[in-house]
């Protein structure tokens, strides 16, 4: 089920009406509706991958309870590793073996020894690679002790599915997100309604700006063979956006939703946009993943400690698999490798944790050091964006030389129509918004909250209006795919 | 406050945007009209839904925009035609255009002139386009079916609105679809057929039978019937390189062939009334850039065959 569907604008006041008014009194009553309302939530896409949800859920239940009698290392160990082997297996069959099928069949080709590439007609389950991590985050950290497995069942299983953030994000801590399924919620008046506000700068986000810059991004790319440095520098400016308000305003729904129901989940996106380094930019694009791999890939790495080489190696690890984690293509790969070796310098001149505090901080704009920082962060985040987007790598290639020509220097000529102006502007108008909101949890969290209520309500209104007049054809979460 | 305040407070700011947003609809409902546009002809379409007593309909898409003119057909049939057609409308489109103009003509039109070809009933190649979504706010009739046609309306309507919206503050241009018209002094072969682009749509080389549009098919037949309207079907002329690629065309012919009292005519490599000549008429592999000559033949073919 889509957030920006109809499905879903019917499905969620029977969920919060039935979860208020029927099951608030129980709190298992509750949990157990959330649980329903999760796998229904998510059969709506295909019933057929409940099963590895559920397998998923009972096998890491299991290995913590497991965990939680043992004490033998050799035991525990073994009892982690049923569990990254069964998430990742999952996750590697059905978003990677095709990948390595075919680069293994290509590899033997280019040794001189042809082989026939078996690959599979395999569908990727949605979410696969949110769940999967979530659900492994509970047993690594069980395993360290840095919680008490649960033995509430229906709690877990709950966790593991809660709907909101199931399919994309944000990417819970078993340690944030559980013990909210052990307390009984209570109904918070200010709390529900920033929800909602939360839930329609979503809808914005997604419809009306991720949504239209992807029209532009999809007419650009597609066909980039044709067209000038101008217009596919600007087709990377609209992908940056559209990514941008795709990824941000799902998980901008996700978190106002799971208010609704008197749950706080993580933050995703910190205006990553005006990130003064790259540095800055990856704590805050995608927190939760970020964070993620940072816990449970980095450190245990050895993250910056120990020698040149031991960060290098780690940085490009991190990097590398954070992108193969988006999709099983060389393009993600590179994607990955790009963003360690702008990291990298920042790293090694110990120079990555220099922009700590909120950028033009009692300011209303940023000082000269400041703007070249972001601008500077934007272009190199905009021409590894390239590799994200394009179908592989000659394509990312020819785009990237595309740019890097004299026809940069000409006007776009990809047919700049209504269409085209109307995302540029909107982005504008999106830009300077999130630019005004930029010490916030998201940008209109505080906008309006003093003027009187019919005008704050004309706002709401607007942009309503805007969403459903101005935005973009419908297109699927991106994240989805990953 | 509490929930029951959450909930009173919520209904309330939704009730006064729902109120807004009908009150929006009636009142461009109510001064609806049908405006150029570069994938119809919305002369003929504000013509149909005002004149009311037109002797010739003609549906179907992009392929029966490119083949008619007006002028030609009326001469020769002797009957007063519109060309409703819309690039990339699907069979659903097709149908509620002609039911919509059912709901509002005085006098039933003596015959529909029907474009069908191997896509006909293929969901990607065509879809409920912009026009869907014109018709739904012209004709109040329609609003039954929307929910039939969830979530594919949306967009279309949502245009519609905006552009009538616009039309109300602004000059909305008047190209229309005679600019996809390329102007050819001699008729030669101007386009070179890219079998990469057929099968970004086609991969497989099938058009199918989508059972839905099956359906809308069927209903246009049975209007056709019910109302005593003389349906006339026909495919335009394609290109032999793509015609060669149409893996299930004969499957999809036997459809149009089978339907009782129901003339189908076809100038495509095969048909009955194919012309290799066709060829450097056209505009590109499945569109006639050449209409006047085209619609001359046509409509003696249909003459003859119907004994007129």
Redesign the interface.
Known sequence: MLFNSIDFAIFLPIVFLLYWFVTQKNLKLQNLLLLIASYFFYGWWDWKFLSLIVFSSFVDYYVGRGLAKQENTKKRKLLLLTSVLVNLGFLGFFKYYNFFAENFAEAFTLLGQPIQASSLNIILPVGISFYTFQTLSYSIDVYKRKMEPTIDILAFFAFVSFFPQLVAGPIERATNLLPQFYKKREFVYNKAVDGLRQILWGLFKKIVIADNCAEMANKIFDGSADLNGSSLLLGAFFFAFQIYGDFSGYSDIAIGTSRLFGFDLMKNFAFPYFSRDIAEFWRRWHISLSTWFRDYLYIPLGGSRGGTWMKVRNTFIIFIVSGFWHGANWTFIVWGALNAIYFLPLLLLKRNRQNIGDIAEGRLLPNIREFFGMTTTFLLTLLAWVFFRAENLGHALSYLSGIFSMSLFEFPDFGLGMNAILAILLTISFVFIEWLGRHNEYAIEKLGLNWKRPIRYAMYYTLILIILFLGGSQQEFIYFQF | ???A??IKR?LK?LG??LA?AILSLVLIGSTFEFLPHTKYYGQDYEKAFNKKDLGLLAIGNSKLLASLDNTTLQKELGLEPVNLGSIFSNLSVTRLTFESYLNNCEVMPKMVLMEVSWFTFNPVRTQFNEIGGDLFLNDYKLWPEALNY??EI??PL?KS??RQ?YSKVMPIGDIDYSSEFKDMSRFEKTYDFKLSEFEEVFPDHIAGVDPELLAEFERIVNLCKENNIQLVLYTAPEVSEYRSLQTDIEDIKTIFRNIPDVPYLDYSEGGEFFKKDYELWMKDSHHLNENVRYSEILAKDIKAKLDL
Do not use: E
């Open positions: 406050m509490s929930i305040n959450f919520s700011f006064l945007f807004f969830y979530p949306i967009d949502r609105f905006m919206v």
